[in-house]
């Protein structure tokens, strides 16, 4: 599992560095002791930056993930439960179809339960 989530990220990571290179737009210049980089090397620089950029966040993002894991479940639940009532006020005539499905859920997860515990 390890392995193959490796290997998607690296993907996903030179395909980030492609679209850098292909996109080719003029947003960013990159300028060493005063002068602006140019020739054939100025591709080379960028993308060496921004695949040190990509695993600085991804350094961050898991570090984040870890201090903040109890706060992330708290402020994740907090999200469904807003998304929650936006969705009851969004969509009131689903109301009633919502209702008869949450009975019959309680009732497969109280059976289920049941099953368990024997």
Known sequence: MARNLAIALAVLMLVIVGWALLAGSNAVTIVINGQEVTGPLKGAIGIGGLVVALIALACA???????????GVLV???????????????????????IPLAIVWAFVAIVRRSKAAE
């Open 76 to 98: 994740l639940g907090l999200v469904v439960l807003a998304g929650l009532l936006l969705a009851l006020l969004a969509f009131p005539f689903l109301l009633p179809v919502l």
């Open 61 to 71: 993002a898991i570090l984040l993930a870890f201090v903040f894991a109890g706060i």
